[in-house]
């Protein structure tokens, strides 16, 4: 079975500075995806930023990077320079490669910008 | 490109009566997936369906059921509603590295 744990349930970064959301994450696959969302108050939840498994190198989506420690099974998200609209609810999530995929969502961050 | 579309979006119903769900996928996506949002259990897995086919079933009672025809649309059905099942319903169709593109949501309230 999947786990996926977020200890943060809130989070406070003035603008234009940087912020990490943790995301620890349990699994037995050895070949699996780790996934961000965010899910502004309008309720859509977009997709962010993807690593496999198997990368070396980090993943980066402009803002968005995910500091990934396969030993230590974290997943890290950190958003540099901070927007007011990067206010929002950021999931993280796993799924395993290959046919039988479930997602396993973690419970989420909230993540408030202040001007 | 489209992205993923849902309708309704909003949607009261009372106990016992039952409720259809659509999503469309994003042009080309074959796989379709539907999740429940809850305050209280988060965000959580229904099914996912790919070529007409349901391919993953999360651990939802029969009550909650779902198709997809040959365009990649799927509707999800829920019968004999219960106050337990308002939530925001979440469709997402599914990219390369299963990544999940999510439609907007319907919001259903059970009186």
């Known amino acids: 079975a999947q786990k996926i744990t977020q200890t943060q349930p809130g989070m406070f970064v003035q603008e234009k500075e940087a912020v990490t959301l943790d995301c620890t994450y349990d699994?037995?696959?050895?070949?699996?995806?780790l996934f961000w969302y965010k899910q502004p108050s309008s309720g859509e939840m977009i997709f962010l930023i993807y690593?496999?498994?198997?990368?070396?190198q980090n993943a980066t989506e402009g803002r968005y990077s995910l500091n990934f420690q396969k030993a230590r099974k974290s997943a890290n998200l950190v958003i540099s320079a901070s927007q007011l609209g990067d206010s929002a609810m950021y999931f993280c999530?796993?799924?395993?490669?290959?046919?039988?995929?479930?997602?396993?969502f973690g419970r989420g961050t909230s993540l408030i910008v202040h001007p | 490109k489209a992205g993923v579309t849902q309708t309704p979006r909003y949607l009261i119903k009372t106990r016992g009566q039952q409720v259809t769900l659509s999503c469309s996928p994003i042009?080309?996506?074959?796989?379709v997936s539907w999740y429940q949002q809850t305050p209280g259990q988060g965000l959580q897995f229904l099914f996912e369906?790919?070529?007409?086919?349901?391919?993953n079933k999360g651990n939802f009672p029969g009550r909650f059921s779902g198709r997809q025809f040959s365009n990649s649309r799927s509707e999800m059905n829920v019968s004999t509603l219960e106050l337990g099942d308002s939530a925001l319903y979440l469709c997402?169709?599914?990219?390369?590295?299963?990544?999940?593109?999510f439609g907007p949501g319907t919001r259903l309230t059970v009186l």
């Open positions: 999530a796993m799924g395993s490669s290959g046919g039988s995929y479930i997602p396993t």
């Open positions: 699994t037995s696959d050895q070949s699996y995806g």
């Open positions: 690593q496999g498994s198997y990368d070396e």
């Open positions: 042009s080309g996506h074959r796989s």
């Open positions: 369906y790919f070529s007409e086919t349901q391919r």
């Open positions: 997402a169709s599914m990219g390369t590295h299963n990544e999940q593109f």
